[in-house]
């Protein structure tokens, strides 16, 4: 292809739809600058295109409208711009895209409203594309299914890490919960001497929660950098991503604490409030 200011060096591979009319409107596409293909009201359009935002980028445009291709024995004028749209996978950057004239594409895109998609609108559809071609046979695919189908893998994924994490928590709750009772079954004539000379209920359960929320806290401070490593290279694959704010960490590690302090505290209340007569009798 050629346009003005090309590198004779750069070569631009352009993702092609062809339309006569109505591209942009029917595929919900934003037009940023000029207009749409429209061949019914415009002739000239039959040697017209509109082109997305990646690939006025790619040409070195500033004001891609007006602007013209010259591809083989063709040229294409740009009559329009359009925002940069989802076109296969979502981990892949925006191509180059060029929305040209023509009649060959061999697809017809519909646009039905909400309330017509049923299996009467459907039926009706149908029933128009047999009369027009009664010697194709139909096969209609639906857009939202399409995309729905490409995140269905990642959605299989975090269903199960989440089904997992739930598991992991369950499990470290249950192994904590074995430590605080062999921790203050080993300190119950020790929490017992402490009642009588006088020790609060209160002062008695944080001295026994202070140990296992230190440790849960050193676990927090080595996690939370693994965690931000992991997740910046999940999101390395995909093209169009959100960024991790910065309070996800410091959130995630007040609740690990929260959930082990509330794991622990039946045990070390409970003995808190044990008769200490009880506890140093047995010793």
């Given at each position: 292809?050629?346009?003005?200011?090309r590198?004779?060096?750069?070569?631009?591979?352009?993702?092609?739809?062809?339309?006569i009319g109505?591209?942009v409107?029917?595929?919900?596409?934003?037009?940023?600058?000029?207009?749409d293909?429209d061949?019914?009201?415009y002739?000239?359009?039959?040697k017209?295109?509109?082109i997305?935002?990646?690939a006025a980028?790619?040409?070195g445009?500033a004001n891609?409208?007006?602007?013209?291709?010259k591809?083989d024995?063709?040229?294409w004028?740009?009559?329009?711009?359009?925002?940069?749209?989802?076109?296969?996978s979502?981990?892949?950057?925006?191509?180059p895209?060029?929305i040209?004239y023509?009649?060959d594409?061999?697809?017809?895109?519909i646009?039905?409203?909400?309330?017509?998609?049923?299996?009467?609108?459907?039926s009706?559809v149908?029933?128009?594309?047999?009369?027009?071609?009664?010697?194709?046979?139909?096969?209609?695919?639906?857009?939202?299914?399409?995309?729905?189908r490409?995140?269905?893998?990642?959605?299989?994924a975090?269903?199960?890490?989440?089904?997992?994490t739930?598991?992991?928590?369950?499990?470290a709750?249950?192994?904590?919960l074995?430590?605080?009772?062999?921790?203050?079954?080993m300190?119950r004539?020790?929490?017992?001497?402490?009642?009588?000379l006088?020790?609060?209920?209160?002062?008695i359960?944080?001295l026994?929660?202070?140990?296992f929320?230190?440790?849960?806290?050193?676990?927090?401070?080595?996690?939370?950098?693994?965690?931000?490593l992991?997740m910046?290279?999940?999101l390395?694959?995909?093209?169009?991503?959100?960024?991790?704010?910065?309070?996800?960490l410091p959130?995630?590690g007040?609740?690990?604490?929260v959930?082990?302090?509330?794991?622990?505290?039946?045990?070390?209340?409970?003995?808190a409030?044990?008769n200490?007569?009880n506890?140093?009798?047995s010793?």
């Amino acid at each position: 292809m050629e346009w003005n200011g090309r590198d004779d060096n750069k070569y631009v591979s352009f993702g092609l739809f062809t339309s006569i009319g109505g591209f942009v409107k029917t595929n919900g596409l934003t037009l940023l600058a000029g207009r749409d293909i429209d061949y019914y009201n415009y002739k000239s359009d039959k040697k017209s295109c509109v082109i997305n935002e990646s690939a006025a980028k790619e040409l070195g445009f500033a004001n891609p409208v007006g602007q013209t291709i010259k591809e083989d024995n063709h040229t294409w004028n740009i009559i329009g711009v359009v925002k940069d749209f989802y076109q296969s996978s979502p981990g892949e950057l925006s191509k180059p895209v060029m929305i040209r004239y023509g009649t060959d594409d061999g697809t017809i895109n519909i646009r039905m409203q909400t309330s017509s998609i049923s299996l009467q609108g459907i039926s009706k559809v149908e029933e128009i594309l047999k009369k027009n071609n009664p010697g194709y046979i139909t096969d209609l695919q639906f857009a939202d299914e399409d995309v729905a189908r490409t995140f269905q893998q990642r959605k299989n994924a975090s269903n199960l890490i989440n089904s997992f994490t739930l598991i992991a928590i369950f499990i470290a709750s249950m192994g904590l919960l074995g430590l605080t009772a062999y921790m203050v079954e080993m300190r119950r004539r020790e929490v017992g001497i402490r009642k009588v000379l006088g020790a609060s209920v209160a002062k008695i359960t944080r001295l026994l929660a202070k140990e296992f929320v230190k440790l849960v806290g050193i676990s927090v401070l080595i996690a939370s950098p693994l965690a931000w490593l992991f997740m910046n290279y999940f999101l390395q694959q995909f093209s169009y991503r959100t960024t991790i704010s910065w309070w996800i960490l410091p959130v995630t590690g007040i609740i690990a604490i929260v959930i082990a302090i509330a794991t622990i505290s039946f045990q070390t209340i409970k003995t808190a409030i044990a008769n200490p007569v009880n506890a140093l009798r047995s010793e």
